[in-house]
């Protein structure tokens, strides 16, 4: 009876402290996506510039997409319930400083700083989850059920946004952050071990601080590029970033624990799937984020109805992450890999056909056509990165996985929001960088308030247009490039 019973004893601890690290898995994801439904309340308020509103959105996104590698590693060598326990401190200071913060710049930097909590919450909470299962079976279920809450959090963002914006001010969004991490910090300790790898070696700070100026630097450039045009502080910021970037890839290659591991990029299934979790986000972002907007400030539906309308497109989303083992086991991964960028397109193309009057079955469609891409790609990737490398680099591996998303999420915005706003700036009646500036300039004349809503939805599709292109195109790639027949990674884990 003892041998029966001890099992299932270790079997109900290690769910319990799955249990433990989801609600703030699920913060970390939500505040990726949250403020897509409350820009226009925070615009109204804090009046930012063109430029400062983008780094609202996405700086969250780049620290933590900058410093996932460099804490993932971390973790690994120093232990990782230390770190986790630091990150959500540090995460809940950021979230009280954002939902005070009383002008943009206060904003920006308060979302940095729930940047660097939130980057050692993710691989140190993945690499928890692996020691916590060492049956691969169980780590299989549990690792999906980690990033099926990940989906879920950008799913959800949105509409929680919308429904806490109905009744209270914008800064709710932050402060709903802080009782999650006191419950967690509470938590934790009873529930979690500390976990640390054998892999010697220290921390390149040159690397890490290249990787971070480089990422940051380039999209400085981009940014006030799409907002102001070509200006010499620009180009050299941008040509510095390039640069900074190349240098951290080079460095890589020298030393002996790097940051990056590139050598696994030589194996075409996880890089293609790496691009995979990349692009779906930078799709999933820039859609998220415009299409909040056009819902609010075009077709002037209030935030708690467009919340809602966000709904079926969450719900088909988690479930088909939930059910996406299954879906996988039927067609095989190479089909998957390869539906995920069809059906991304496909979803993302819909919202060509919105106009400045009619939207919102067509936004509705959208949602729900993508959302089952983009729920193939969350567990699909981190699946495949968590299975490639021994148990002792999970937190590497893992980090390698969520960078994708979060660097995706946040170039999401820079990169095709910085296209929007160009074209805003183009084709805009020039009496603001964008439409909820605009729309906040008193007197407007109704003739240019016609013309920036235009130049908006104009700017919507250009954007989300380019996004749907490159999801195709690396759809193709997948399709050519990959061998007919993926190999399962349960054998790969259980070494």
């Not at 100026?213 to 941008?238: C, D, E, M």
């Not at 030589?266 to 415009?290: E, H, K, N, Q």
């Not at 891409?373 to 148990?391: E, H, R, T």
Request: net charge neutral; hydrophobic share 55%; aromatic share 8%.
């Amino acid at each position: 009876m003892t041998d029966t019973s001890l099992p299932r004893t270790v079997d109900r601890t290690a769910w319990l402290g799955l249990i433990a690290i989801l609600p703030v898995v699920l913060l970390v994801a939500m505040d990726g996506s949250i403020l897509y439904l409350a820009m226009p309340h925070v615009t109204s308020a804090l009046m930012p510039t063109a430029d400062q509103a983008l780094w609202i959105l996405d700086i969250y996104g780049f620290v933590v997409g900058s410093l996932l590698i460099a804490f993932g590693n971390i973790g690994d060598r120093y232990g990782r319930l230390k770190l986790i326990m630091t990150g959500a401190a540090v995460f809940g200071a950021g979230s009280l400083g954002a939902a005070y913060s009383q002008t943009p710049e206060q904003l920006i930097a308060s979302r940095a700083l729930m940047g660097l909590g939130g980057a050692t919450l993710l691989p140190s909470g993945l690499a928890i989850v692996s020691a916590l299962f060492p049956d691969p079976r169980l780590r299989a279920q549990a690792i999906g059920i980690f990033a099926a809450t990940f989906a879920a959090g950008f799913a959800i963002g949105p509409l929680i946004g919308g429904m806490l914006l109905r009744q209270f001010a914008w800064g709710v969004v932050f402060l709903i952050n802080v009782p999650v991490v006191i419950g967690f910090m509470i938590g934790a300790p009873i529930l979690l071990r500390e976990v640390r790898s054998t892999v010697g070696g220290s921390i390149d700070l040159a690397s890490l601080v290249l990787s971070f100026a480089g990422i940051l630097l380039f999209t400085y450039s981009l940014k006030n590029a799409a907002a102001y045009g070509f200006t010499p502080t620009q180009i050299v910021a941008g040509a510095a970033g390039i640069l900074a970037l190349a240098l951290f890839a080079r460095r890589q290659t020298k030393l002996e624990y790097p940051l990056l591991d590139l050598g696994l990029f030589r194996d075409r299934i996880f890089s293609i799937a790496i691009l995979t979790g990349l692009l779906s986000l930078v799709v999933w972002s820039a859609a998220g984020y415009l299409s909040g907007v056009y819902l609010q400030s075009v077709l002037g539906i209030d935030v708690f109805a467009a919340a809602l309308l966000t709904l079926p497109g969450a719900i088909v989303l988690t479930a088909t992450c939930v059910a996406t083992a299954r879906i996988v086991e039927r067609i095989g991964r190479k089909t998957a890999l390869v539906a995920t960028h069809l059906l991304i397109g496909a979803g993302v193309f819909l919202l060509l056909f919105t106009t400045t009057e009619t939207g919102i079955a067509v936004f509705i469609a959208s949602t729900m056509i993508a959302g089952i891409g983009y729920g193939l790609s969350f567990s699909l990737v981190a699946d495949i990165a968590v299975s490639a490398v021994p148990a002792n680099r999970a937190g590497a591996a893992g980090s390698i996985a969520e960078t994708s998303n979060e660097l995706g999420n946040a170039l999401g915005i820079s990169l095709l929001g910085s296209l929007a706003t160009l074209s805003f700036r183009l084709f805009g009646p020039g009496v603001a960088g964008t439409l909820d500036e605009t729309l906040d300039q008193p007197g407007l004349a109704h003739q240019s308030l016609i013309q920036a809503q235009e130049a908006f939805l104009t700017g919507m599709h250009v954007a989300i247009g380019t996004g749907g292109l490159l999801t195709l195109a690396v759809g193709m790639v997948a399709w050519l490039w990959l061998p007919s027949k993926l190999p399962s990674n349960y054998s790969q884990r259980a070494g």
